[in-house]
């Protein structure tokens, strides 16, 4: 998991690295914050590994993925959709959410999801959607941006 965060500034946002890398026995990865207030988080998070951002007492999960993106080895119109499902922990409450890639208003599918004081949007998913190697659930790795509200 590879997790940073974006502090504010005078002029606006700008960029603070907290890059935590753990390896699979050390369990589960934290953001740690020199002190400062956070604003928003970026976690990438592995199916079936749980991010968790320590400052905010959040935990992240994947549960699912619905890749219906265009594959690589085809031509399309419009690149798809990809939605992936999120089980959130905070301080003994939880809650599942749907976030995805962007789409038209007007299909209505999934986009952001907000959760308490917290906004959750998918930045990208890999690996892309292939016909010839399907990614499995364990293959994926969502960028989600976390905002603080």
């Not at 399907?134 to 960028?143: F, G, I, K, W």
Request: proline share 6%; glycine share 8%; with cysteine.
């Amino acid at each position: 998991m590879i997790l940073q965060r974006v502090a504010a500034s005078g002029a606006g946002m700008a960029l603070a690295s907290a890059l935590a890398l753990t390896s699979a026995c050390a369990g589960p990865p934290t953001v740690k914050v020199q002190g400062g207030h956070v604003d928003t988080y970026t976690v990438t998070v592995a199916a079936g590994a749980p991010a968790v951002v320590a400052e905010e007492g959040l935990t992240l999960s994947v549960l699912a993925v619905n890749d219906s993106r265009c594959p690589v080895e085809v031509r399309c119109i419009w690149a798809g959709h990809a939605e992936i499902r999120l089980k959130v922990d905070q301080k003994g409450s939880s809650a599942e959410l749907s976030i995805g890639t962007p789409a038209p208003a007007a299909m209505n599918l999934a986009a952001d999801a907000t959760y308490g004081r917290y906004r959750f949007v998918l930045q990208s998913l890999e690996p892309a959607k292939s016909l010839a190697n399907p990614p499995a659930l364990a293959d994926y790795r969502a960028t989600v941006q976390i905002e603080k509200r």
